[in-house]
């Protein structure tokens, strides 16, 4: 038998949700699990395998998934190397670390977020207790980090001054106000227990040099990470603004609850937000996600986007498809055709 028609027939098996799929992508989706191999911890960036890591070690050891998310990113907001999440991340304009962060759990759809919070830090901690402990789902600002020092949450003081030095330099030297480039490499990170609920997480500092008060798609709910327990779960990194404007990380979910792998659904995704956009070649995002099947895959709007698959039998860095400047339709073909 061909290749080609082995592909057909193993995709006829599968039922028709794979064979669409395979259609919009014109590549086989393969990521998946089997049970034995629950939980499964999928996170955005070779960093996020640390994270991936120590979350399944939170789980080996009885912890809940939560528990799972928290501490796996706790890890990746420690990082004094990583310089897009946590305290030692890039300062805005004003020379001030702001940080952004959100928590979700399936069972009940519950959320918690902070935004813009400074010299907190654990954000992820402080998203898990607006979740857990108000009954409000974001705090932003100064009464984010007051909540977060009422509830206990560790604070330390940043001192910025040479990487804002650094920076307004090299924007000095630039003819855009803002770089857009490779600053904004969030942690999102995406758990399947064995018991089959889901939790996520999202935690960064944000764009490098952003407006003071900028808040990006990480702790919006929907854009950064969503989660439904009856289907998946996906989180975003890449320039939030490009992510945040089309409520990425629901449309993955959305596209995966109409039956596309997790992969497939992420590229859908990046296909749907190029088409609206002229610059899509610049758009800069990327989205992991898993399902409730145990599938999981990532895609971005570049080639090259890694991300972390851990398991009970695996722990590796993977790397998505990119859409890039592949078919991505016609510009603007998202728009419902009206006869006259
Ligand atoms: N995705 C992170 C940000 O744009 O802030």
Request: aromatic residues 4%; charged residues 20%; contains cysteine.
């Amino acid at each position: 038998m061909d290749m080609t028609r082995r592909k057909f027939v193993s995709g006829a098996a599968l039922g028709l949700a794979t064979t669409t799929l395979s259609k919009i992508s014109g590549a086989e989706p393969d990521g998946e699990i089997k049970k034995g191999e629950m939980p499964l911890i999928v996170s955005t960036w070779p960093f996020g395998k640390a994270s991936n890591d120590a979350g399944l070690k939170v789980l080996q050891e009885g912890g809940t998934i939560l528990d799972a998310v928290e501490q796996g990113i706790w890890v990746t907001e420690s990082d004094v190397h990583n310089q897009s999440v946590g305290l030692a991340g890039a300062p805005n304009a004003a020379g001030v670390v702001q940080l952004d962060s959100c928590i979700m759990y399936g069972p009940g759809h519950k959320a918690g977020s902070v935004g813009a919070i400074e010299g907190i830090r654990h954000p992820i901690s402080a998203a898990r207790r607006v979740m857990e402990k108000t009954p409000h789902v974001m705090l932003v600002g100064e009464g984010a980090r007051m909540f977060a020092l009422e509830q206990g949450l560790e604070s330390i003081e940043v001192d910025t001054h040479e990487k804002y030095e650094t920076w307004k330099k090299k924007r000095a030297s630039e003819k855009q106000p803002l770089r857009k480039d490779k600053n904004h490499d969030t942690i999102a990170l995406l758990v399947l227990g064995a018991d089959g609920n889901i939790a996520g997480g999202c935690s960064t500092s944000g764009l490098s040099g952003k407006l003071p008060g900028r808040v990006g798609d990480s702790p919006i709910i929907g854009s950064g990470l969503y989660v439904d327990n009856d289907v998946g779960a996906a989180g975003a990194t890449g320039l939030g603004e490009n992510v945040m404007r089309y409520c990425g990380s629901f449309l993955v979910v959305e596209f995966m609850r109409q039956g596309l792998h997790p992969q497939e659904a992420c590229l859908a995704a990046i296909r749907r937000i190029a088409r609206q956009d002229p610059r899509h070649t610049e758009l800069s995002i990327s989205f992991v996600a898993l399902d409730k099947h145990g599938r999981y895959g990532a895609a971005s709007s570049a080639q090259g986007f890694q991300y972390s698959v851990t398991t009970n039998s695996k722990s590796e860095v993977l790397t998505g498809p990119g859409v890039g400047n592949l078919d991505i339709g016609e510009v603007g073909g998202n728009r419902p055709k009206i006869k006259p």
